[in-house]
């Protein structure tokens, strides 16, 4: 069976480059960076390079980047450690409501340990309003927290303004970009951030590996305590072989970035306009042209999201209902609630994420096989018959 992988936002393969420059790091080269002998410091010039290269993408300093073990602790880390170091200035954080679960639900627990937390809505188009970031500036808002693009959507928010406005009223700003790296330029001075999260798996590299950018003079407490690692942000021995492999992404994936993300926009649009054209009452999600060039997002009225993930799993293609991480519950999207997407019509969401290694005859495929699957759902679903809309459009028979 032809297999086609539309799920790049939940994760993508390694890349061979990447495979190989990890192997000697696990036999020939194993040392703990923090040994003094030649075996430590072998890893730990390693890790070094790494550093180097990951801060060269965002256009930040080396010693401003942290290794951690993934987006999520990176999110962790910054939400936790900044708000831990302020509390005794102030105890108001702003986020929004469309943030992934590692933001969110950090910010959560802190409004449960007497944090104050404003959730800042989006509009129609997935954007959250740099003006309400500035109404909901508090004198005691010790951290501002929004999302560089959304994992679900692809939307890119205007961070640049909201840096703006950080600086302006000396607050603390947090970015998750772990869905841009690699796939949209970013460069933590022009963005305005103290701190910015990335992770590895999302751009050809290994999992369990990330990074959390700490802009110089960022007031930071640890969240966890051990050895003297990485500055004392992040305790822990390091994971050598993910971090060589991680900056060696970095570096594949920056690397005429324009030109394979151009080719991954053209398949998206190819995708998009083919779906919309061909399959009745199907909404497509977010921003027309400010999303990620890989991310479409659609609504298939009348059917289940994970109804469609599973018919279109047994044709060979690999795309997710909402997103990866909540797979699996029948919630609705919260994102596509915060946009105004009605709670039943957001059920039948579904995310294509596109990647450097899809092809057009792959997305020929995909036109080929979906508009029978969504015309088989409907025909069973009792909400589409309540509807009438099948009357007329001789899907029902
Ligand atoms: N933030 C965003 C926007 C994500 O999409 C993800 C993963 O889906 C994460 C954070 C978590 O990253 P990781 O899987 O590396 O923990």
């Known amino acids: 069976m032809r297999k086609v992988y539309l799920d790049h936002n939940a994760t993508t393969p390694v ?11 696990f036999s020939e080269r194993f040392g703990n960076p923090s040994s003094v002998h030649s075996f430590g410091q ?4 390693a890790m070094d390079e790494a550093r180097g290269a990951v801060a060269t993408a965002i256009g930040a300093k080396r010693d401003e980047i942290v290794f951690t073990s993934g987006g999520t602790e990176a999110d962790n880390i910054a939400v936790t450690g900044v708000t831990s170091a302020l509390s005794n200035k102030g105890r108001h954080i702003i986020t929004s409501t469309i943030e ?7 910010c959560q627990h ?19 309003d740099p003006q309400s970031v500035r109404e909901a500036v ?3 808002t010790v951290l501002i927290t929004i999302m560089h693009a959304n994992n679900e959507t692809g939307v890119i928010q205007p961070i640049e303004e909201i840096g703006k406005i950080a600086l302006e009223h000396g607050i603390v700003f947090h970015t998750d970009a772990v869905q841009s790296l690699g796939k949209l330029p970013l460069d933590v001075n022009a963005l305005g951030v103290n701190l910015l999260s990335v992770s590895s798996h999302k751009l050809y590299g290994p999992k369990g590996v990330g990074a959390l950018f700490v802009r110089r003079g960022t007031p930071l407490a640890p969240s966890t305590f051990g050895g003297h690692h990485e500055r004392k942000r992040r305790a822990g021995t390091e994971n050598v072989s993910g971090i060589v492999g991680f900056a060696r992404a970095v570096e594949l994936a920056t690397l005429d970035m324009e030109a394979r993300q151009g080719r991954v926009l053209q398949l998206r649009r ?3 306009e083919g779906v919309l054209s061909t399959i009745p009452n199907v909404r497509l999600n977010g921003h027309p042209t400010k999303r990620l060039p890989s991310t479409a997002s659609l609504c298939f009225e009348f059917i289940e ?16 209902s909402g997103s990866a991480c909540t797979s699996g519950s029948s919630e609705p999207s919260h994102v596509l609630l915060a946009m105004g997407v009605p709670p039943a019509i957001a059920q039948g969401s579904v995310r294509f994420s596109l990647g450097t ?4 005859s792959g997305v020929d495929y995909v036109l080929d096989v979906l508009p029978k699957i969504v015309e088989r759902l409907r025909v069973m679903s009792p909400l589409f018959r309540q509807s009438g809309t099948c009357v007329g459009e001789g899907t029902a028979g």
């Open 15 to 25: 890349h061979p480059e990447v495979v190989k420059a990890m192997l000697p790091y």
């Open 42 to 45: 072998e890893a730990k010039h």
């Open 100 to 106: 992934h679960h590692a933001v969110l639900s950090t």
């Open 110 to 128: 802190l409004a449960s340990m007497g944090f104050e937390l404003t959730e800042l809505p989006c509009d129609g188009h997935g954007i959250v």
């Open 138 to 140: 508090r004198k005691d």
């Open 270 to 272: 190819k995708l998009e």
């Open 305 to 320: 999201g994970e109804s469609l993930v599973l018919s279109l799993d047994m044709e060979g293609v690999a795309v997710s």
């Open 357 to 360: 290694e899809n092809t057009e």
